[in-house]
């Protein structure tokens, strides 16, 4: 490798490859505190650390990257440490295709400093972490067996952290998914209600998402979803209930789109009776972005907010769930708000699948109150009065929103746990000293 560029522009197959060459298996990217440097395990991969380094865009003194390559189908998979100091790093594991290895770290270090975000203004005593797969495009992911193998070594990977990172259900894993994990590994969430989990967590994020909406239409004096269109991008795990929920409140119309035709054919079945009108994309179409609409949901991908899209935007409120949805936070922030649309940040509005998970550790009550209270009109941490609180600040100081809320989140996330403190970072430290990458060489 003559550079950091040429490490990072080669696609997951290739670096696999190029690990395999190395005898390489497992390996870090960890940040050292006290010299401000980001390590690497082998030097063959000090490029990656010089790249990260120098990152201002994405990498935010992240406390720990860890990955492992599969035995079997060749997979690259990692689990990624943004803060511990709240609590253990939380967050699902996503599989999906990555067409350079780029794509795959901006992924994961976006989605993991996300889930400190949505944790720590969710009030739980968790960190941010998350975990990613790169699909290998040698296998077939519709394998159960070869799907089962690769969550079970997943499962493996993650009880070799030592409970530094928990994991859950994200997109590309299943309910089934997490039970192969659970199989190997106690530090998981979702799984199966028949092992005592709490399975899916798409619903109860569906649900907040309503919240941050009623709450933003509350905002800009415009009542209630009653009556009213909405796009939706995405209409799978939480585009799907999403979908139900609007209808339930009297939306008049609903634009959706998704690129899995079985989905889309599945939710018209399921919406028959109603004006739904969704149509089958190919992968990184944002047609729907610029639709006719009061309010746009982005519940597919991240980074569908952009200088490409944002101009192009037709609805007056921005809210879905779909993960880092800015394609660069503060650029793309000032921008919806120079355009005058209100953004409901997607780690406000989407915390209730990690409350759904976090409770799980602690037992089940009926209509949990510690759950609804997230979804109520008056608790004051509650997403509809977050997002009241984040958007009246942002039109009385002229601020963005996702900048007041990352602000908001920033100094939450910097709290240590009340009981275990800043654990996480010496569990890390542990697995450094004990020459973590080297185990089963």
Excluded at 43 to 50: D, F, R, V
Excluded at 225 to 253: C, E, H, S, Y
Aim: charged share 25%.
């Amino acid at each position: 490798m003559d550079s950091q560029l040429d490490l990072v522009r080669m696609s997951p197959p290739s670096l696999v490859e190029f690990c395999k060459d190395l005898g390489i298996n497992r390996f870090y990217l960890v940040y050292d505190s006290r010299s401000g440097v980001v390590r690497a395990s082998h030097p063959q991969l000090e490029p990656w650390a010089q790249f990260l380094g120098s990152d201002t865009r994405d990498f935010m003194q992240h406390e720990g990257l860890f990955f492992q390559i599969t035995p079997q189908y060749d997979t690259l998979q990692g689990a990624f440490i943004h803060c511990t100091r709240r609590g253990q790093a939380a967050g699902g594991v996503r599989h999906w295709t990555y067409d350079s290895v780029e794509d795959f770290l901006r992924d994961g270090l976006r989605l993991s400093k996300g889930m400190t975000r949505k944790n720590a203004l969710a009030g739980l005593w968790w960190g941010g972490g998350k975990g990613v797969m790169a699909r290998n495009p040698e296998i077939d992911t519709g394998d159960l067996d070869a799907r089962a193998y690769l969550y079970r070594e997943y499962g493996r990977f993650i009880s070799s952290l030592r409970g530094c990172y928990v994991t859950a259900e994200d997109v590309g894993t299943s309910v089934e998914d997490m039970a192969s994990i659970f199989s190997h590994t106690r530090f998981t969430t979702c799984i199966p209600g028949d092992f005592g989990g709490s399975g899916n967590p798409s619903v109860p994020t569906a649900r907040g998402v309503i919240s941050g909406m009623e709450a933003a239409l509350e905002f800009m004096e415009m009542g209630s979803l009653d009556g009213k269109t909405v796009a939706v991008q995405g209409m799978g795990n939480v585009g799907g209930p999403l979908i139900g929920f609007l209808f339930d409140r009297g939306v008049k119309k609903i634009l959706a789109s998704d690129i899995d035709p079985a989905v889309v054919t599945r939710v018209q079945s399921q919406f028959a009776s109603h004006t739904l009108e969704a149509a089958v994309v190919a992968r990184g179409d944002a047609a729907i972005l610029a639709a006719e609409c009061d309010i746009l949901s982005p519940n597919a991908v991240g980074a569908v907010l952009n200088p490409r899209t944002i101009p192009k935007i037709k609805a007056k409120i921005v809210c879905g769930a779909a993960n880092n949805q800015l394609e660069d936070a503060l650029r793309d922030d000032r921008l919806l708000f120079e355009y005058d649309i209100r953004y409901v940040p997607d780690f406000l509005t989407n915390r209730m699948g990690i409350v759904n998970a976090a409770n799980e550790q602690y037992g089940y009550v009926k209509n949990d109150p510690l759950f609804e209270r997230h979804l109520t009109r008056d608790w004051q941490h509650s997403i509809f009065q977050t997002t009241l609180r984040v958007l009246r600040k942002s039109c009385s100081t002229g601020t963005p929103t996702a900048e007041i809320a990352m602000r908001l989140a920033d100094r939450l996330s910097r709290e240590e746990h009340p009981i275990f403190g800043h654990r996480g970072r010496q569990i890390i430290e542990s697995l450094l000293i004990d020459r973590w990458h080297q185990a089963g060489t």
